[in-house]
């Protein structure tokens, strides 16, 4: 993989034509996707999206991923944190870590990593997982999030659904003092959420990486210090 600086040198702006099959929303959507210099920056280090940043910019915060660890990227697909993932735990290489990607969709292979086709919620999930890592997990991280619908309330509902389904597993995996990352929506996490993560996590913070779109209403908990295991 090519390595990239992270974006910040002021771009030329990309002008998007109207066209009649296009709706509004698409040329808004191709709009920002032209001009959004985290989607260029991503395209030249070799990263399947611009959410590999995210993870980047998160990991460069709070130091969570060193080599050796075991990492499980958990909704994978299209494997941008993965990739991030192999890179900074030196999967593949003698002495490195270990990261299992699992989506209930098809992915195309990261180098370095393992994938396991499957939905985390099924009843053998937990066995499966453990049994491709060859124990707990250290690091879990999740940046799932349900196809929008529109409806600001619905999707966050949704969202924090997911959320919280991801720190159920992660509470089944994780190995002592190990650390856990998903994917929330502003407006905060809710309470049963929230008391969770901290009866279970020494630390927990909520962040948004510079990679979020600032009209985004995504932010991601950092859990870390698992009690259990």
Not at 58 to 65: A, G, I, N, V
Not at 142 to 158: E, F, I, K, V, Y
Not at 170 to 178: E, F, I, P, T, Y
């Amino acid at each position: 993989m090519v390595k990239a600086s992270q974006p910040g040198a002021r771009q030329l702006r990309a002008r998007v034509k109207t066209a009649r099959q296009r709706t509004l929303s698409s040329t808004l959507w191709l709009d920002r996707q032209l001009n959004d210099p985290f989607v260029a920056a991503a395209r030249q280090a070799g990263y399947r999206s611009r959410a590999a940043w995210k993870l980047i910019q998160l990991d460069d915060r709070y130091h969570l991923l060193r080599p050796g660890l075991k990492v499980l990227d958990l909704g994978a697909a299209p494997g941008g944190w993965t990739q991030v993932a192999v890179a900074r735990v030196k999967a593949g290489e003698a002495g490195g870590g270990t990261v299992l990607a699992v989506d209930i969709n098809d992915m195309e292979p990261v180098s370095g990593a393992q994938f396991l086709k499957l939905d985390f919620l099924a009843a053998d999930a937990e066995t499966r997982v453990l049994a491709a890592l060859g124990g707990p997990v250290d690091v879990l991280l999740s940046d799932m999030a349900a196809p929008a619908t529109g409806h600001r309330q619905t999707d966050h509902l949704r969202v924090m659904a997911l959320c919280a389904a991801a720190l159920d597993f992660a509470l089944q995996v994780l190995r002592h003092d190990g650390a856990f990352v998903a994917k929330v929506l502003k407006g905060g996490t809710e309470n049963t959420l929230l008391t969770a993560l901290k009866r279970n996590f020494k630390q927990v913070r909520h962040a948004k990486p510079a990679a979020s779109r600032k009209d985004s209403a995504e932010a991601y908990v950092v859990a870390t210090g698992f009690k259990g295991g």
